[in-house]
């Protein structure tokens, strides 16, 4: 028989690794943030991570987190939710709407909207940008030869307030020169928030210097894909 999961558990675990990863660093105690990533898990499975005081969340997809958050935050208001996943230009309105922190511009489309809707909306999510570190063309994210002009662009004419940037390294490489390369970036343009590192590699970011680490399937278990 299969074991059910147990979430709060297993969020206690990654609290405990996260911890000695920062120590282990040499980093501050409690400088790098979790964002339990909660996609395709419904609104039952969050509660008890919800109840054992984990508050930043993260979601791939705009239309997904519309039906699960907007009843959550309301029974939890301090919660802060993060979109981590690509946003399409038509879902960018909706992704102000909701998401507090946006983690993935990629693209100037992309930044022209969220600025539009910024001002319309008069709401100001966090905002990060995507870097496609390994300039894999299948993957979203800015590349890393046009990652200054972008980040450029977004500050200058946008007037977009970016607070660090983000990276996915390919699944089949060793994700510390991808991190490396990422902090090497922020570093020219004086970003210090890095999200960086996921649920096998999350220990590697920390001691490369992530103040936010992304962690889904080790909380949370197996997707639930259909």
Same mark, same amino acid.
């Given at each position: 028989?299969?074991?059910?999961?147990?979430?709060?558990?297993?969020?206690?675990?990654?609290?405990?690794?996260?911890?000695?990863?920062?120590?282990?660093?040499?980093?501050?105690?409690?400088?790098?943030?979790l964002v339990a990533v909660s996609k395709t898990k419904p609104v039952e499975d969050i509660?008890?991570?919800?109840?054992?005081?984990?508050?930043?969340?993260?979601?791939?997809?705009?239309?997904?987190?519309?039906?699960?958050?907007?009843? %959550?935050?309301?029974?939890?208001?301090?919660?802060? %939710?993060?979109?981590?996943?690509? %946003?399409?230009?038509?879902?960018?309105?909706?992704?102000?709407?909701?998401?507090?922190?946006?983690?993935?511009?990629?693209?100037?489309?992309?930044?022209?909207?969220?600025?539009?809707?910024?001002?319309?909306?008069?709401?100001?999510?966090?905002?990060?940008?995507?870097?496609?570190?390994?300039?894999?063309?299948?993957?979203?994210?800015?590349?890393?030869?046009?990652?200054?002009?972008?980040?450029?662009?977004?500050?200058s004419e946008l007037e977009l307030d970016i607070s660090g940037l983000m990276c996915i390294?390919?699944?089949?490489?060793?994700?510390?020169?991808?991190?490396?390369? %990422?902090?090497?970036?922020?570093?020219?343009a004086g970003l210090k928030q890095l999200s960086m590192g996921m649920s096998d590699d999350?220990?590697?970011?920390?001691?490369?210097?992530?103040?936010?680490?992304?962690?889904?399937?080790?909380?949370?278990?197996?997707?639930?894909?259909?």
């Amino acid at each position: 028989m299969e074991r059910r999961v147990d979430a709060t558990e297993n969020l206690s675990k990654i609290r405990a690794a996260i911890a000695a990863a920062e120590r282990e660093a040499g980093r501050e105690k409690g400088s790098v943030e979790l964002v339990a990533v909660s996609k395709t898990k419904p609104v039952e499975d969050i509660r008890p991570v919800i109840a054992a005081g984990q508050r930043i969340f993260g979601e791939n997809r705009v239309q997904e987190a519309q039906s699960k958050w907007p009843l %959550l935050k309301a029974e939890t208001p301090d919660l802060q %939710l993060h979109l981590i996943g690509p %946003l399409q230009s038509n879902k960018t309105a909706d992704a102000v709407a909701l998401f507090d922190v946006i983690e993935t511009v990629d693209r100037e489309k992309i930044a022209r909207e969220i600025a539009r809707e910024i001002k319309k909306q008069g709401r100001s999510p966090e905002l990060f940008i995507q870097i496609n570190t390994g300039s894999e063309p299948q993957k979203a994210g800015i590349d890393p030869e046009q990652a200054d002009d972008f980040i450029d662009l977004c500050r200058s004419e946008l007037e977009l307030d970016i607070s660090g940037l983000m990276c996915i390294p390919p699944v089949d490489e060793n994700p510390g020169p991808h991190f490396a390369l %990422l902090a090497k970036i922020a570093g020219r343009a004086g970003l210090k928030q890095l999200s960086m590192g996921m649920s096998d590699d999350f220990e590697i970011g920390i001691a490369m210097g992530a103040t936010r680490v992304r962690v889904g399937s080790a909380i949370f278990g197996a997707r639930n894909y259909p």
